[in-house]
């Protein structure tokens, strides 16, 4: 297997990618977590977005909004009745993303991130159309910006089954949890071998879904049968206009 191939394959397994369990500043070329440091400037500039996925970890960030000119703020949070589960789709880069999905009495510990309203129009063209962005009236705690009654989230509408659930996200914490909880290659193998018929090798089929949007849509449709549309409650709806 080549280098190119090798990374094409590790980018689609190793969703959602590393992060500090706490806040972090992202600069270009270096972590800064922020235990115990104060975080400068004027916060009100930022919009706060959810990021209970890949948008938590500095290796997406770098990636989508490269170069980082100024320090980017990831804040953890913590928010009730919510969990991130296993969205019905194929990424366009090999992996399963995920979604979020009422959940009653399960705490999500999560993170928040600041971004300018330049930074989130690039961040939409890496979102949208796939995900609806929108405001969700959830109360939710972010630490240094403390209690917030709604923060801005993308949401896929579809989420991946098994017997009849949905499954939970074991890299994103969480407790009380009303889900089966995979890894996300766990998964992987999981939603390959129930949507396929075919005995294919689990890296070559990945690197099918990268390099043909044909495959893409093909499998994209096998695992949307294996998927039930997720009914989030308190979710205003921003983009795509309706």
């Given at each position: 297997m080549n280098n190119s191939n090798s990374e094409i394959i590790d980018r689609a397994k190793n969703y959602p990618?590393?992060?500090p369990k706490g806040s972090f500043l992202l600069e270009n070329d270096r972590?800064?977590?922020l235990k115990g440091r104060v975080l400068d400037g004027d916060l009100k500039k930022f919009i706060p977005v959810l990021a209970y996925g890949s948008n938590a970890s500095p290796e997406q960030l770098r990636r989508k909004l490269s170069p980082i000119k100024e320090p980017i703020a990831v804040l953890s949070a913590t928010i009730k009745n919510l969990d991130?589960?296993?969205?019905?789709?194929?990424?366009r880069y090999g992996c399963i993303p995920a979604t979020i999905t009422n959940s009653s009495g399960t705490m999500l510990y999560t993170h928040v991130v600041l971004l300018t309203k330049k930074q989130l129009a690039i961040i939409h063209k890496t979102e949208l159309p796939e995900y609806r962005y929108g405001e969700l009236k959830i109360p939710i705690i972010i630490d240094r910006l403390g209690y917030r009654e709604s923060i801005f989230a993308?949401?896929?509408d579809w989420g991946f089954q098994q017997d009849g659930k949905f499954i939970a996200f074991e890299e994103v914490y969480a407790e009380k949890r009303n889900y089966l909880c995979l890894n996300h290659e766990e998964l992987l193998q999981l939603a390959i071998k129930k949507i396929s018929n075919k005995k294919i090798n689990f890296e070559d089929l990945l690197l099918s879904i990268v390099g043909s949007k044909k495959k893409l849509e093909e499998y994209r449709n096998y695992i949307m049968q294996s998927s039930k549309k997720v009914s989030l409650k308190n979710f205003d709806q921003i983009l795509p206009k309706k």
């Open positions: 990618y590393e992060r972590i800064v977590e991130v589960i296993f969205s019905g789709q194929f990424s993308y949401v896929f």
